[in-house]
């Protein structure tokens, strides 16, 4: 469903402390995915929220999570809402949203993810003891953590499955249901999802209670990117990367390739050719990724060379360019990875390689974009594929305002210790 007028945040029911922190961030009008969402999760209802990152959904549960955990008494020695990520570094970003949103209300919060030291482990075993108001956690780390009795969650009212989707494509679906049936009978659940697999379906009937759905159901990328492609044989790819950027030095562009082994192979020959380039895969460990998710934010890496890691959920918002090496399979992925760009209304570019071996999932991608990508034609050197690597696969493919007082009159508090 479209929201047609416009919900200020200032309209709702959110806490004092949450508006003057949204103030501080510039945040006046809601996205529609908030518009939904919010009046019901204050209301206490289970939501099913189907929308995808950008869309603002980080907020339209943190939002009124915060202010129901801020108003409600609650216990505080106990993880009173828990929220589980598939990815670390949707955790992390989870985490500094919940920083910047609680800036004001004392509420705290940890984010527990895999690959840190033994150092880390026993600090969040100590925070589940002195209660975290808020966990934020992968699923992994959080099985551990439970089956080493370190975590109660008998006590815990409200949960958060963000993109659940992909949860159950991780195989993490048992270990959700597990910790489901750990929460208490009277509790809140939202579940997050940019599709709707029938397994996540199966779950929401089961652990959830009447739910209310707000679907944002856009699968399609934002207007301002500027799609194109080039059809080529695999072995001109490289060249054809080179050829990109004969003329302009690039800036922030993110390279998707299918796989470890490719992304690993392409950082290198990149390398080798003189660009400033760094490789994310899950490979890495958590210090290394840190490390080079940072460089790259800050600039002092030119391009990142990723796997579909980086493809959902990931919050940087002036990525310039995104080059699929390799034409993702899933034509949603097409969507999240090209989402990566043109981000908070700004312009982007995205082209897409297409080898032999992508003409299928191309064919794919138009059908859900429904229209046909801009061809870009080749660099000299590069010969076009043989017409019948177009042709139809025999076998069959796989299924698959100012509004606010411009002063608010608050001085702020001292940041709540964690
Ligand atoms: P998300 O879909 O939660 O990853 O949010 C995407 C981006 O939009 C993040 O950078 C948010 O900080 C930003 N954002 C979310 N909601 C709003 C809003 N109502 N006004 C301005 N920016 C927003």
């Not at 990109?244 to 562009?253: H, L, M, N, S």
């Not at 859900?368 to 043989?386: H, I």
């Not at 042709?391 to 001292?414: H, L, V």
Request: charged share 30%.
């Amino acid at each position: 469903m479209t929201q047609k007028t416009t919900t200020y945040f200032e309209d709702l029911d959110l806490s004092e402390d949450i508006l003057d922190a949204l103030w501080d961030m510039h945040f006046e009008k809601c996205t529609p995915v908030q518009a939904g969402c919010i009046p019901e999760i204050l209301n206490g209802k289970d939501i099913i929220g189907i929308a995808q990152t950008g869309t603002g959904k980080t907020a339209a549960y943190l939002l009124p999570i915060l202010t129901l955990l801020a108003e409600e008494p609650h216990e505080a020695d106990a993880v009173n809402c828990l929220i589980m990520a598939p990815t670390r570094e949707l955790a992390q970003q989870i985490d500094q949203a919940l920083q910047g949103f609680s800036y004001y209300t004392g509420i705290n919060g940890i984010a527990v993810y895999g690959g840190n030291d033994g150092v880390r482990f026993e600090q969040e075993h100590r925070s589940f003891q002195q209660g975290a108001d808020i966990v934020i956690a992968t699923p992994g780390r959080l099985i551990t953590h439970m089956q080493l009795g370190n975590l109660d969650l008998s006590r815990t009212t409200h949960l958060i499955l963000d993109e659940a989707d992909r949860m159950l494509d991780m195989g993490f679906i048992d270990d959700i249901k597990t910790i489901l049936k750990q929460l208490p009978e009277k509790r809140q659940v939202i579940m997050f999802s940019a599709t709707m697999p029938e397994e996540i379906d199966k779950m929401a009937k089961e652990f959830m209670h009447n739910p209310a759905e707000v679907r944002i159901a856009v699968s399609k990328p934002a207007e301002k990117i500027d799609q194109s492609i080039y059809i080529c044989h695999d072995g001109d790819k490289t060249p054809i990367v080179k050829h990109i950027f004969a003329d302009t030095k690039p800036e922030r562009v993110i390279i998707f390739a299918s796989s470890k082994m490719r992304v690993k192979e392409l950082n290198i020959i990149l390398k080798r050719k003189g660009f400033n380039c760094e490789a994310m895969h899950s490979d890495l460990d958590q210090k290394d990724r840190d490390r080079v998710m940072l460089a790259f934010k800050q600039g002092k890496v030119d391009m990142l060379i990723a796997t579909d890691i980086v493809s959902r959920g990931i919050d940087i918002d002036d990525i310039q360019m995104v080059i699929n090496y390799d034409c993702p399979r899933d034509p949603e992925d097409y969507v999240h990875r090209i989402g990566r760009t043109a981000r908070a209304g700004r312009t982007g570019r995205a082209i897409t390689l297409v080898g032999e071996k992508d003409m299928f999932p191309l064919r794919k991608i138009e059908k859900l974009l429904e229209e046909k990508l801009p061809r870009n034609p080749l660099p000299e050197g590069c010969k076009e594929p043989e017409p019948e690597v177009k042709a139809k696969p025999k076998s069959k493919p796989n299924s698959k305002s100012n509004r606010r007082p411009a002063n608010r009159g608050k001085k702020p508090t001292p940041k709540p210790q964690k």
